[in-house]
């Protein structure tokens, strides 16, 4: 019996080791935080060392605002990242301006990614989610549509651990784009007429994750599995 419940505990204590923990987030509060809803950091405010960049897409241009009504606890400086600037024309180019969050994954694996989000009235009702293994060629991972404007939708998650690439990968990034609603063929707006101006907030944008073993451990754990088993034979 005790040479079986330590084989358990052994397993049990490696199993703990792929718990997710938050290696990227941001949640574009102003460090030190200053009560203004009009200042913020674009800097993660987790992040693996020397990672994690903010980038606008196709031309879009960018604010920091409010972020009340976010999951955001923070309790005087909660602000949240905005970007306009879509296509002009609701038949212009499909997916062709947004925001992109760089992320390398480098040592984790089962990203999970997680955010608060806000259209305004005339944003795009379609944001198509896609994401790079090589830092060039993107794949849609979903696009979705948004039908209630000026309120938060909070902890949108979308999990890419079926998504074996994504592991361990130094050139992993994902990007928001404005898409054309699927059944109109066109761009549509979340709740009024499309335009240009419209706005998508964005909070809370969180990478959870499970650390990769390194291969000594993984040799470890081998080599004591085996140990405990043939013990448990004599």
Known sequence: MTKKLGILAFVAAVASSAHAITIFQWNFNSVPADGSSSTGSLTPNISLPGAGVLSLVGGTTSSIVSGAGSSDAAPTDNTAFNFTGFETSATGPDRTRGVMFTMPSTGYKN???????????TAPNTLALQYTLNGSTWIEATSYVTTVGATFSNNKVFDFSTVTGANNNANFAVRFLGAYD??????????????????????????????????????????GVAALVRRRKK
């Open 111 to 121: 990203l999970k990614i997680s955010f608060d989000q806000r259209n305004s009235n």
């Open 182 to 223: 699927v059944t109109a063929g066109k761009y549509v707006g979340t709740a009024g007429t499309y335009g240009s101006a419209g706005t998508v907030r964005l909070d809370m944008v969180t990478i959870n994750a499970e650390a990769v073993p390194e291969p000594a451990t993984l040799a470890a754990i081998g080599f």
